[in-house]
């Protein structure tokens, strides 16, 4: 098996440093990546071995668990903690979670595409500040942090591990005395794995469509910009006064 880990976007948050300087983020404990679905059975069995994994949490909604199911050994346990509901997924919701095949399906109604991109801006600010969300970001920090005191790796995951997950990975690091500074830096690492793929996706579109500013409108929704991950940050720490 070729190694996975750019293709989950995958990378364990431990060795982050503390603002307080005294010491880091465990290793080995928190790990956050993409949909798993991308492997197979197998290959999925033997990467979560390697990385002594012992829970997956699902940030995903039910509509992308069920056409994208985690192809999980039954010795990991599985929890299902969407961040989102269904209605505020944007492209995700009725349509599908695929957004390449819905694309193609609209490849001819560039304009429809459009509208079906997320605000992202209000985005980042909802999953932090909405009752709903909150409420499961903080779930999930809770879930984190107790396996991690039994010793127990977690993997935690949404689609492409950009937006929900790079919510949830600030939340567990401001949840450690992590600076706004390092969580910035972790965010912004996964256009390393995100680019080329993303630049795939973008030639296939503008393939597909001919029409550019589509093309610029996808790019920038697969990669990770750091504007949002600062307005996620603002409102988190707002909404906890």
Same mark, same amino acid.
């Given at each position: ?10 990378? #364990? ?5 503390? %603002? ?8 080995? %404990? ?12 197998? #290959? ?141 830096? #972790? ?55």
């Amino acid at each position: 098996m070729r190694c996975p880990r750019r293709k989950l976007n995958f990378r #364990d948050l431990g060795g982050i440093p503390l %603002l307080d300087g005294n010491g880091c983020v465990p290793k080995g %404990l928190f790990c956050r990546s993409g949909k798993l679905s991308v492997l197979s059975k197998e #290959d999925c069995a033997r990467f979560l071995d390697k990385h002594r994994v012992g829970c997956v949490i699902d940030l995903r909604t039910p509509i992308e668990v069920c056409e994208f199911p985690d192809p999980l050994p039954e010795d990991v346990e599985y929890l299902q903690i969407p961040i989102l509901k269904d209605a505020a997924v944007g492209i995700t919701h009725e349509t599908g979670s695929d957004p390449m095949t819905i694309i193609r399906n609209l490849r001819k109604h560039p304009e429809k595409l459009k509208e079906m991109v997320p605000d992202f801006n209000q985005l980042y600010r909802q999953t932090v500040t909405d009752d709903y969300s909150r409420k499961q970001l903080d779930h999930v920090v809770d879930v984190l942090r107790r396996n991690a005191e039994k010793g127990v790796c977690t993997l935690f995951h949404c689609t492409a591990g950009k937006d929900r997950t790079g919510i949830a990975s600030m939340a567990l690091l401001k949840s450690y005395g992590v600076s706004d500074e390092e969580i910035v830096r #972790d965010y912004m690492r996964t256009n390393r794995n995100a680019f080329w793929a993303t630049m795939k996706k973008c030639v296939a579109i503008a393939l597909l469509t001919r029409n550019w500013s589509l093309v610029k409108t996808a790019y920038q929704s697969f990669m990770a910009d750091k504007s949002l991950i600062v307005i996620a940050l603002r409102n988190y720490e707002k909404s906890a006064d």
